[in-house]
């Protein structure tokens, strides 16, 4: 069993900038592939990055690319989203997931826990 907690949203102006962290549970951090989702209103949950359980392999969606950063601290248990750049079309819940070794990041099914989210927004 894997126990994420997100933290680091907020309210922010377009432009600005945020990070958000995922702390995990247990021991197997390391052999854990992670990724970032965000679900805003009316809309279907999307992935926005991931990232392998050795770091070695990162997707992120087009929409981000070159203003989000993904990484992970296996000694820390937590996995992290650089925000950068941010625009109002980022305002949504942002989740952290956990699946056990996925080979395809992409896969939402694959991640088998989640977090509970938090709230990113992103004001003009």
């Known amino acids: 069993q894997v126990q994420l907690v997100e933290s680091g949203g907020g309210l922010v102006q377009a432009g600005g900038s945020l990070r958000l962290s995922c702390a995990a549970s247990?021991?197997?951090?390391?052999?854990?592939?992670m990724g970032w989702f965000r679900q805003a209103p009316r809309k279907e949950r999307e992935l926005v990055a991931a990232i392998s359980w050795s770091g070695g392999r990162i997707y992120y969606a087009d929409s981000v690319k070159g203003r989000f950063t993904i990484s992970r601290d296996n000694d820390k248990n937590t996995v992290y989203l650089q925000m950068n750049s941010l625009k109002v079309e980022d305002t949504a819940v942002y989740f952290c997931?956990?699946?056990?070794?996925?080979?395809?990041?992409?896969?939402?099914?694959?991640?088998?826990?989640w977090g509970q989210g938090t709230q990113v927004t992103v004001s003009t």
């Open positions: 247990g021991r197997t951090f390391s052999t854990y592939t």
């Open positions: 997931a956990a699946g056990y070794r996925i080979a395809a990041l992409i896969t939402q099914e694959a991640y088998d826990y």
